[in-house]
């Protein structure tokens, strides 16, 4: 009987642990916890140093001689471009949480957290920080873009004492029930940048847009405004509220072009320190970068569970009535990221599918003319003479010949 009945609590055990495993009660998360390091110690940080190899690519930046490539959260790796066909790796300035730049006058603008940081990059061999704007972008913490994400504070909560500046993520099964108990377990789904001085250009993933004697730099709601006449203490302006989920910044002429996660905001800048509001184009929830020519607007929209839509495509809006958009057509693409156009030419970085060129001379009838396979585009530059492409750590620089492009040199960070 005792045997009899030890088999029955076994087999009773058995069962009880097989229900509490049952993976329609448990869901895969990315857990996500903070990373802290003290005020003192963070706006104490930069560094210049050597080159060094990248660890993440991001975001493109182009002056003079001289390309910027953002590492995610790191720093900038400057390259000396002076031939485009042999780049050199000269110096990397580390930077804590540093996703964008801009550039006037040899003044490096870039972020770091909260802070608006100022170089000055007229001696390459001796580039000296200049100033540290503390505190101007107040809504400075971005959760890592990863799917199913729960932000895990511990059972303390968050230091109030330290300043986050980023994220350890371990994937974990976590019962349904615990994960819908509150922000220490709360699941995030869906959640996802004419003065006599040259400035430089940036691709169409930039959140930072220099316009004359003004930086404007958007976050997800605003764009906040810097007065930069005198270029090594740019002075904080008011910033302007701009709608939600704002991703990228693109100027044409008096007017700022905003790509968000919703739609594309338009903002006049007459009075270049109060933006005023114009219209908006909507669109289904995708992420979202912009560029513009004197009549269209190109919006690539990229679907997915960080972005949120459930196809990815190109738009092309009619802009000559600025009041009164109108979509002209839509092209399916595969996973679009940067674009970017010139003359007639225009520039997709399609994800992992490569660089697609178009002639859009006519746009409701796009012509592909070449595709640019086995590379994961991430952003273009189009300069006057040659074409900047980022991707998988890699440089990439193209000719323009005969109204398509052809590859002048491949260039690894690493």
Partial sequence: MKTRNLFLLVAVLIFMLSCDNNNDEYENVNVATPEYMS???????????????????????????????????????????????????????????????????????????????????SNKENIQEVARLENVFPDYITLPLVENLVVDYGENGHNSGEIIVGWNITEEQRKVGDIQKGYNGDVLFETALASAEATGQGGSLARFKIVNNYLYAVDSHSI???????????????????????????????????????????????????????????????????????????????????????????????????????????????????????????????GTSGLKVYNKTDVENLELLNTFENINAFDVIPMDSHLLLIGDNTLFQYTYQNNTIDLLSTFSLY
Wanted: glycine share 6%.
């Fill in 224 to 350: 906040n405004i810097f007065d930069i006449n005198n270029l090594e203490s740019p002075i904080e302006l008011e910033d302007v509220q701009a709608g939600f989920d704002i991703e990228t910044i693109f100027n044409k002429g008096n007017h700022l072009f905003l790509g968000s996660m919703s739609g594309m905001y338009i903002y006049d800048i007459s009075s270049p320190a109060t933006p005023a509001f114009i219209s908006e184009f909507q669109h289904g929830t995708a992420c979202d970068p912009v560029v513009v020519d004197d009549n269209y607007a190109y919006i690539t929209l990229r679907a997915g569970n960080l972005c949120g839509a459930f196809e990815s495509s190109l738009e092309i809006v009619d802009i000559t009535d600025l009041y009164n958009l109108k979509l002209v057509k839509s092209y399916a693409m595969d996973n679009p990221y940067g674009l970017g156009i010139k003359d007639n030419l225009l520039f997709i970085c399609d």
């Fill in 39 to 121: 005020l003192d110690a963070f706006r104490s940080s930069v560094k210049i140093t050597s080159p060094k190899a990248i660890v993440e690519s991001g975001k493109i930046y182009a002056y003079n001689s001289l390309v910027f490539v953002n590492d995610i959260n790191s720093g900038i790796h400057i390259i000396d471009n002076s031939n485009p066909e042999n780049p050199v790796k000269i110096a990397f300035i580390e930077i804590v949480s540093n996703k964008d730049m801009e550039v006037k006058g040899d003044y490096l603008y870039a972020d770091s957290l909260m802070d608006l940081l100022v170089f000055d990059i």
